[in-house]
């Protein structure tokens, strides 16, 4: 298969047989261990006298010391999976049965691995500084790494990172200057009233009926809250209630997810959502506790690095780039971009099935596609 192994630059790593491997075992977040003992086993065997190794809980920070440096450049991988049962009917399916990288984050530390290989194999002048990082999908392990003394020492002063895009085909890098992903919120309503018989329903506080009505109330947030040239999503992806069809519920709890792509925005929601819910207690007489759960802040893009990459794509790659819109999709890589000057990009893998899906399958090649632009763009920007 077209590439099968990663050669460039002298190092050669059976790309593939990693990707593989790392898909057997997906783990949620900071639960990596598996997945941190594999990736530590992998960097220490291509390693040298001028690489360090950190590990910060399920994490791992890997140094390669520059020949003259003057600046750290950073690349981040994320390494957890997501609590979804596979359904692909591969030879290498997850081994963990409840478990599933089912957001390309096998694709994102193999590529990692295979770029590592080659700067360790041709020392830049600069440093560069390779971030694992655990629990992007929950609860967040960003913003707790950038606060670590581990990170701390070895901080970058440049960073970038890329996410895989089953939408676009193999060869192809989308990315835009300034902001690509949404600000993210989730969202965990509980409501509490007084539960009994059916029969009796005029001697209860019924949640269902609470629940229900609270649902139909979140979606005016956008349509009547929010400025129609901004943007936002209010989406509850899950309601529980109740325990048997005839017994009035007791408790109800509703899960869902927040995003927008302003900070304001996200205020403007947040209070929105907290006001309707006040209502709700006054008007079915009830008990509700809100929980706001993880939040990641947007990922924006470093115009003139971005600028930068996407010229350097075009004219010294083989791979074609485009400027794309922006997502509601969230990523805990925007709190590194917050701190650090830097940029992620789409890295297009031609998948039917989309992120988070049970039967994504992204293609192969763009593993090779990515570790040979990287490791081009790395090389030039470290020399």
């Keep these: 298969m077209e590439g099968r192994v990663g050669i460039y630059m002298g190092s050669t790593i059976d790309l593939i047989k990693i990707r593989r491997d790392l898909h057997k075992i997906p783990e949620l977040g900071f639960k990596e261990f598996k997945t941190q003992q594999y990736l530590l086993g992998k960097i220490q065997s291509f390693s040298n006298e001028r690489v360090e190794i950190k590990t910060w809980k399920t994490g791992i920070i890997v140094k390669i010391h520059g020949l003259n440096p003057t600046k750290t450049i950073g690349y981040r991988a994320d390494i957890d999976g997501l609590p979804i049962v596979e359904e692909t009917e591969l030879p290498f399916l997850s081994e963990h049965p409840t478990e599933m990288h089912a957001c390309g984050h096998d694709f994102h530390m193999t590529i990692a691995l295979g770029v590592l290989a080659n700067i360790m194999e041709a020392p830049l002048k600069d440093d560069v500084v390779f971030i694992f990082q655990p629990a992007e999908e929950g609860p967040g392990g960003a913003e707790p790494m950038l606060q670590s003394k581990e990170l701390k020492e070895w901080m970058p002063d440049v960073i970038l990172a890329l996410h895989v895009a089953p939408e676009y085909p193999v060869g192809t890098i989308a990315v835009k200057p300034g902001l690509l992903f949404a600000n993210t919120s989730e969202l965990f309503i509980d409501l509490k009233g007084k539960g009994g018989h059916a029969a009796y329903p005029h001697l209860t ?43 009035i519920a007791e408790n109800a709890r509703l899960e869902g997810t927040m995003r927008t792509l302003s900070s304001d925005a996200m205020e403007k ?23 706001f759960g993880s939040g990641y802040y947007q990922v924006y893009n470093n115009e003139p690095l971005t600028r930068e990459f996407m010229d350097f794509i075009e004219h010294e790659t083989e791979a074609n780039v485009f400027e794309c819109k922006e997502a509601m999709t969230g990523e805990d890589f925007g709190y590194m971009l917050k701190d650090i000057p830097g940029f992620m990009f789409w ?17 192969e090649d763009a593993l090779q596609v990515a570790v040979n632009v990287l490791t081009a763009y790395l090389t030039k920007k470290g020399n």
């Design 205 to 247: 506080n019924d949640m269902v009926v609470a629940a229900c009505s609270l649902v139909s109330q979140l979606q005016s947030v956008v349509s009547r809250n929010i400025d129609p040239l901004d943007s936002a999503v209010v989406t509850i992806g899950k309601i529980t209630g109740g325990t048997v069809q005839n017994v």
């Design 269 to 291: 929601v947040k209070k929105r959502v907290q006001a309707l819910v006040k209502g709700i207690e006054i008007g079915y007489d009830c008990e509700c506790a809100i929980d």
């Design 347 to 363: 890295l297009g893998v031609d998948s039917p099935f989309g992120l988070h899906h049970s039967k994504l399958n992204p293609k």
